[in-house]
Antibody, heavy 117, light 113 residues
Framework: QVQLVESGGGLVKPGGSLRLSCAAS????????MTWIRQAPGKGLEWVSY???????YYTDSVKGRFTISRDNAKNSLYLQMDSLRAEDTAVYYC???????????WGQGTLVTVSS | DIVMTQSPDSLAVSLGETATINCKSS????????????LAWFQQKPGQPPKLLIY???TRESGVPDRFSGSGSGTDFTLTISSLQAGDVAVYYC?????????FGQGTKVEIK
């Protein structure tokens, strides 16, 4: 069955870095676009970044220049390198997948990132 | 950016009754070349990730009960939950995937009256 398992979250000081990973299984990873969304504590959902199988990449404005999305199809893995972290980046980060041009259809359980001094 | 606005922010419905959630986009999410509305509905229960219920505004995801239905086109959309069950208590979000940045509504909390 489809599984998406995020890891790499934790507590980091403002200005610090973290690298999130998302391990995928149960489907042909290269056939799907992958995406990250986040949810600040007690808040709604916010889309963060997208990468398709051809490595077309998009970011929400608030993370441009600080976050880098990448994928390794050979390892069935998605990554999010997060630099220059700010308090407002504190959230649960979910990875998701979808078919080209389709809605994001499946999400992992999420990993918590806390940015605090 | 396309702004998604849901109404109401919360609602309490009796078991077995119907819950109706509205979602309005600041611009059309209808792609005229294929006549598809790039609008999805998600359900999120506490401590869980979002679960896709509806895509293309009205297509139910596999395994989703037919008590959940989506309707609307262009800028105005509705999620209807008929015969509300206790397990439907959750926050519901609409999302447009028509253009980057993808955007979500603020969420509607559904509770039992």
């Amino acid at each position: 069955q489809v599984q998406l398992v995020e890891s790499g979250g934790g507590l980091v000081k403002p200005g610090g870095s973290l690298r999130l990973s998302c391990a995928a299984s149960g489907f042909t990873f290269s056939d799907y676009y992958m995406t990250w969304i986040r949810q600040a504590p007690g808040k709604g959902l916010e889309w963060v970044s997208y990468i398709n199988s051809g490595s077309t990449i998009y970011y929400t404005d608030s993370v441009k220049g600080r976050f880098t999305i990448s994928r390794d199809n050979a390892k069935n893995s998605l990554y999010l390198q997060m630099d220059s972290l700010r308090a407002e980046d504190t959230a649960v980060y979910y990875c998701g997948r979808g078919i080209p041009s389709g809605a994001p259809e499946y999400w992992g359980q999420g990993t918590l990132v806390t940015v605090s001094s | 950016d396309i702004v998604m606005t849901q109404s109401p922010d919360s609602l309490a419905v009796s078991l077995g009754e119907t819950a109706t959630i509205n979602c309005k986009s600041s611009q059309s999410v209808l792609y005229t070349s294929n006549n598809k509305n790039y609008l999805a509905w998600f359900q999120q229960k506490p401590g869980q990730p979002p679960k896709l219920l509806i895509y293309w505004a009205s297509t139910r995801e596999s395994g989703v009960p037919d008590r959940f239905s989506g309707s609307g086109s262009g800028t105005d959309f509705t999620l209807t939950i008929s015969s509300l069950q206790a397990g439907d208590v959750a926050v519901y979000y609409c999302q447009q995937y028509y253009s980057i940045p993808w955007t979500f509504g603020q969420g509607t909390k559904v509770e039992i009256k």
